[in-house]
C-alpha cells in the first residue's frame, strides 16, 4: 500500500494521523494492501482554483476527491484490487474554519474529511438521501473506530 501525503498548505498537519487513519480504513473497508492513494494538502487559492476548474463551484472547498481505478469496497474474503485509488485535496484552512464552527479540533475536521474523500474515490455518493445516509453512516462508524484505535494506541 502507498499512502503518499504532501502538505503544500503552509499549515502544519500531523501526516503520521492521517496516515494511520488510511491505513486503518483500508483495513476495515477491505481495500487490497496494493492499493494507492495520494493526499495533498493546499492553501485556499490552490484549492479554490481546483474547486474551480472541477466543480465549476467558486470559492475554496474543504475536501475533493480524484478517482482514478474506479475500485470498490471490498469483502473479508474478495479484497478490492489492486489499483490506484486515486487523489485525495484537503484544504486545512478551510477544515480549521469548520472545526472552530463545529467545536472541535482541526485535526479531527481533517480526519473527518479524509475518510470522507476516500468514501468518494470507493464509488459512494451523498447527491440521493439513500445515498447519504449510507456514506454517512459508514464515515461516522469508520471515524469512531479510528478514535477507539487512536485510544487503545495511546493507552500502550
Do not use: Y
Not at 494538502?41 to 480524484?66: C, I
Amino acid at each position: 500500500m502507498t499512502i503518499e501525503i504532501t502538505n503544500e498548505s503552509g499549515m502544519p498537519v500531523d501526516e503520521t494521523v492521517l496516515l494511520r487513519l488510511m491505513e486503518h480504513n483500508f483495513g476495515e473497508l477491505h481495500v487490497s494492501s496494493e492499493a494507492d492513494v495520494a493526499i495533498l494538502l493546499v492553501d485556499e487559492g490552490a484549492m479554490e482554483s481546483l474547486h474551480l476548474q472541477w466543480m465549476d463551484e467558486p470559492g475554496p472547498t474543504d475536501v475533493l476527491s480524484f478517482p482514478m481505478d474506479e475500485l470498490r469496497p471490498g469483502t473479508e474474503e474478495s479484497p478490492t484490487p489492486a489499483g490506484l485509488l486515486g487523489d485525495i485535496v484537503l484544504c486545512p484552512q478551510v477544515a480549521e474554519t469548520q472545526a472552530t464552527a463545529a467545536r472541535h479540533s482541526t485535526m479531527d475536521e481533517l480526519v473527518m474529511l479524509t475518510t470522507h474523500g476516500l468514501l468518494h474515490l470507493l464509488g459512494f455518493d451523498h447527491a440521493e438521501p439513500e445515498e447519504e445516509k449510507e456514506m454517512f453512516g459508514i464515515q461516522r462508524d469508520l471515524i469512531v473506530s479510528f478514535q477507539m484505535s487512536e485510544r487503545r494506541r495511546a493507552r500502550s
